[in-house]
C-alpha cells in the first residue's frame, strides 16, 4: 500500500453568524494518495479545526452528503482521490469550495432544501398508478424496464449536477438536471399511469425539458453514472417521439427542424431554423409570425456572432454546402437509424463502462417499454444518443 | 411545542415505514432525524430483501434458515412474523414504486443469498437499499400533508415522566435552538452503532444514538455482544462488497488460489451464513494464507460472473473496485477481508416494536426484537426495518388513539442545554480531542472485539472504554457557533457510542460461549445448556451495566448442530 504523503488543502468557509465574508483556510494533512478528499477534509477536522463544516456519512458514495466543488469541478469528496484532486489543482493545493446554484448555510454545507429538493417536489416524485388498492402479487412488467430506470434510480440526490448546471444558473427556475432524472424515473416506468400528463408538463414548462441547452456538465459532475443531461434527451424523444407533444415552448419543432435540416443539408442553416422552427416544413410557415418577433429578439445575438466572426452571413443565409457523396453518407445514417425498429438508448447499466472498449462495441439497448408506443421510424428524436441538437 | 401523536426518531427504512403506517392509520406523525432522511444509512444496504415469493417456497423454510441461522439464538415468534409477512410486505413497496428488478416473465427475480435454502432475495441492482429508502421518501413527499418532516434535527435525549416516554428534547443543528417534542409513543428508528469499530461498513452517522438514549432512559438493551463482521469488505478501506457478489456466484480464494470455503462449509461454500464465512476467512488469514500485503486479505473473484450479469446487477462494486481499489472486477479479483457490519443486538422489544417503557418503540438495527439472534443472514435486515417498523407505527398510532397528549415540562430541555453550552465551554486543551478518543475506542473494539475474542481481550477492551468514558468527560471541541455545530454533536455521539462499547463489552465477556457472531477462542463450544438464553444489559442509576438474562422463545426448530 502507498504510503501517507502530504497534501495542502485549501477549504472556502462561510461563518453566517461572524459577519465576515467567506474566506479561505489552509490545512496540510497526510494520508495515503488514493485516500478521498473527504477524507483529507475529515483529518483536518479531526486534527486542527473542529468547526469546518461538511455533510458526510458513508464515505463511499452512496448517502450523497458530501457534494462539494473540488478544484472548480463539483463531485462527491468522498468519490474524489488525494491524487486525482492534486493533479487537478492550480497550484498543487487542493481548493474545495461548496457547491454553486444554491446558497451557503455554512462552510461547504449549501441549503439543498432551498433550491435541489423543491425542484425534486416540482415532478411529482412518486409513482401513480390506477390501482390504490394492495395487490396479491406484482406488475409484470419487462425485464429491460426496470434494469433501464435503475440509471435514474441510481440517483443519490448529492446535488452535484445542480451545483454547476449552466442552465439553471442563466434560469433559476429551470427544473434543472437532477429533478428531470427523477423525472424520467417514472416517465420510463411502464407501471406509471401518468407517463403522458407528466412529460406535457415538463414539456410546456417554460423552465422545463427545453430549457436544457446539452452543455454536458451534469454528465460529467454526476458520480453515479446517472447521466442527467441523457435523461432529459429521452424525456423529449419520449415527449415528442412518442407522445408528439407539440409544445408552446416551440421544443418539439425545434427538434423537429434540426433533424430535417441536416437531413437535408447534411448541415445546419441557420438561416432555415427559425422559420422551420416556428412553421415546421410547410412553405408558408416560413413567415410565422412568432418566427419574425423571435428573429427581432435575436438581431442583437446575431450582429454579435457575425461581428466576431462565428458566423459567416452568406453560409448561414444560402446553407452549408456538402460534397454530395458526403451529403449521400449522412443520408445513409438517417435511414439505418429511422428504420431500426425500436429506439435505441444508451444505458450504462446495460452497456457497461463508458470508457470500456467491449462496452462501446455493443452500445445501445432498445428502449425500455417502448414498444407498446410504437414509435414510428422517421419520427425526430430516433438518433441512438443526445439530442439531434448536439 | 410540537406534540404528535406517534414521534419518530430516525428515518430510515424502519422510520419512514413506521411513519408511512401511523399515518395511514390516522395518527399525526413527525419523523426526526439529524441527516436528511435519504442520507440515512439503509442507503447502504446493497444485495436485497429475503421473502419467500416464490411459488417453490414456503416462509416456514425461510424462517428456519433465519432460526438456523440465528445459531438458535433468535426468538422464533418474532421471525415466525417477519418471515410470514415478508411476501405482502414486497408486494406492497412494489405496488408503491420500487423498482425491482424483473425475471424474464416480468415478474420479480430472485437471487441466492447467504444461508438461504433457496433463491428469495428480491432486488434493485446492488443499490437495493437506497432504492427502497427513496422510495419510500417519494412517498413521504406524497403524504407531506401527514408526515411532519424534522430534517436535520438531532435528539439529544428521551423524556420519561411517570415511568413513560412522553417526547424527546432535540436541537435544530441548522439553527442550534433547542426544542421539546411532546409525544404519545416515540418510535426509535435510528440504527446501529457501527462507528464503535474502526473500520467499519457503517456511515459515520451510526453512531449507537438510539441505543444509548433508550439505555440512559432505563429501556435494557439484549443480544448486545452479536456484532456481526461482513466477510467482504475492501481491504482498502473497509468499504462493503455485497454479498450479492457471491450470491451471484462469485468465489472466495486464499493466496493458494483454493475455494477454502469447502474445508468450512462444504455444502453452502460462499453463500454460508456471514458469522462462519467471515470467521472461515479470518482463520485463512491468521494461519498465513491470506493475499495481498502482509497476508490481510482473501480474494473475492468475481470473474466467474458473467460480465454482462455483473454490469447490469452489480455495477455499484464495479464502481467501488475502480473508484476505491483501482480493479476492474470484471476482469481479475479484489482484495477483502472481514469487517464490521451490523449489531444484532440492540433496544429489547417485543413483536409490536414495543419496549419494556412504556410510550417507547424501537424498530430496525437499534432494535433487538429478536429476529437476528447469534447472526443475521444477509438481506434479513432490509426486512427487520420494513416489517417492525410498520408494525411498531400500526402498534403506536392505535395506542395514541386510546390517550390524551402528555404535558411536559420544560426541564429536560434547559438539562440538555447546559449540557451542550458545557460541552462548547471546555477549554482547549484541557483533556484529549473528541476526536482521538473515537478513534481509539475504534480501533480498541476492532482489535478485541471482533471475529474472535476472547477473556483477557474483552477485559483489555473493558478497561479501555471505561478509561475513555472518563476521558470523555473533559473532551474539549474547536466550534463555538450554533450554526451547524457538527463538534458538539459529535461530542455528545462519543458519550453514545461509549454507552453501547460497553454493553457490547459486557455482554460479550458474560456470554462463555461460542455462538453466532460470538466466538471464545477461550470457550470455542456452543453450550445450549448453560448460555441458550438472551444476556440483557440495563443500566444502573451509577452508570454500569447490570446483567440480567431472558428467554429464547422457541415454536417449531429445537436447537440442532449448525452445518453448512
Known sequence: ?390 | MPAHDVLIIGAGLAGQRAALAAAEAGATVAIMSKVHPVRSHSVAAAGGINAAISLADDWRSHAYDTVKGSDFLGDQDAIEVMCSEAPKEVMHLEHIGVTFHRNESGELDLRAFGGASMKRTAYVADITGQAILHVLYEQLMKHGDKIDRYEEWFTTSLIVEDGACVGVVARDIRTGAMEIFTAKNVILASGGAGQCFKPTTNGLICTGDGIAQAYRAGAPLMDMEMIQYHPTTLVENGFLITEGARGEGAHLLNANGERFMEKYAPNKMELASRDVVSRAEQTEINEGRGVGPGGVGIYLDVTVVPKKRTLEALREIVNIGKDFAGVDITKEPIMIRPGQHYIMGGVKTDVDGRTPLEGLYAAGEVACVSVHGGNRLGANSLLDTLIFGRRAGEHAAARAAGMRMPSVSRAPLNDDAKMIESIIARPKGSGRRVSEIKDELGTTMNRYVAVFRDEQGLQTAHEVVRRLKEEAKTAYIDDRGTVFNQDVLGAIELGYMLDCAEAIVVAAIERKESRGAQFRTDYPERNDDEWLKHIDISRNGDDTPRISYSEVTFTQWQPEERKY
Open chain 1, 1 to 390: 500500500m502507498a504510503e501517507a504523503t502530504e497534501f495542502t488543502l485549501r477549504i472556502r468557509r462561510y461563518d453566517p453568524e461572524s459577519g465576515e465574508a467567506p474566506y479561505w483556510d489552509e490545512h496540510t494533512i497526510e494520508l495515503e494518495p488514493h485516500r478521498s478528499v473527504l477524507e483529507g477534509i475529515l483529518q483536518a477536522k479531526a486534527r486542527f479545526d473542529g468547526s469546518i463544516g461538511i455533510r458526510c456519512s458513508c464515505k463511499a458514495a452512496i448517502c450523497g452528503s458530501c457534494g462539494v466543488r473540488i478544484n472548480g469541478q463539483p463531485g462527491l469528496a468522498c468519490h474524489t482521490h488525494l491524487d486525482h484532486a492534486l493533479r487537478s489543482s492550480r497550484d498543487g493545493v487542493i481548493e474545495v469550495e461548496p457547491m454553486g446554484n444554491m446558497p451557503v448555510i455554512k462552510d461547504l454545507i449549501v441549503d439543498m432544501d432551498a433550491v435541489h429538493w423543491k425542484k425534486i417536489q416540482r415532478v411529482t416524485p412518486w409513482l401513480i398508478t390506477d390501482d390504490e388498492s394492495m395487490p396479491e402479487r406484482e406488475h409484470i412488467v419487462p425485464r429491460e424496464s426496470m434494469v433501464d430506470i435503475t440509471q435514474s434510480m441510481a440517483c443519490i440526490q448529492c446535488g452535484a449536477c445542480v451545483s454547476d448546471c449552466l442552465s439553471m444558473e442563466a434560469d433559476p427556475l429551470f427544473v434543472g438536471p437532477a429533478a428531470s432524472a427523477k423525472a424520467y424515473r417514472f416517465v420510463g416506468d411502464p407501471r406509471d399511469t401518468q407517463q403522458y400528463q407528466r412529460l406535457k408538463d415538463l414539456a410546456e414548462d417554460p423552465h422545463g425539458i427545453y430549457t436544457c441547452t446539452h452543455c454536458f456538465k451534469c454528465i460529467d459532475a454526476c458520480p453515479k453514472g446517472v447521466a442527467p443531461m441523457s435523461q432529459i434527451m429521452r424525456l423529449r424523444r419520449r415527449a415528442t417521439g412518442d407522445h408528439h407533444i407539440v409544445d408552446r415552448n416551440n421544443g418539439e419543432r425545434h427538434e423537429v427542424s434540426f433533424v430535417t435540416l441536416i437531413k437535408d443539408y447534411g448541415l445546419l442553416h441557420e438561416a432555415e431554423l427559425l422559420p422551420r422552427s416556428f412553421g415546421g416544413n410547410s412553405w408558408f410557415g416560413k413567415f410565422h409570425p412568432a418566427a419574425g418577433q423571435v428573429l427581432l429578439q435575436s438581431l442583437p445575438v446575431i450582429t454579435k456572432a457575425v461581428l466576431r466572426g462565428k458566423v459567416s452571413p452568406k453560409l448561414a443565409l444560402l446553407g452549408h454546402k456538402l460534397p454530395s457523396q458526403d451529403l449521400k453518407a449522412v443520408k445513409k445514417i438517417y435511414e439505418k437509424v429511422e428504420n431500426r425498429p425500436e429506439r435505441l438508448e444508451l444505458n450504462l447499466y446495460i452497456t457497461g463502462y463508458d470508457e470500456d472498449d467491449e462496452g462501446a462495441a455493443t452500445p445501445a439497448v432498445a428502449a425500455a417499454g417502448n414498444g407498446q408506443h410504437g414509435a414510428e421510424p422517421g419520427q425526430p428524436g430516433q438518433s441512438p444518443e443526445g439530442s439531434p441538437t448536439r
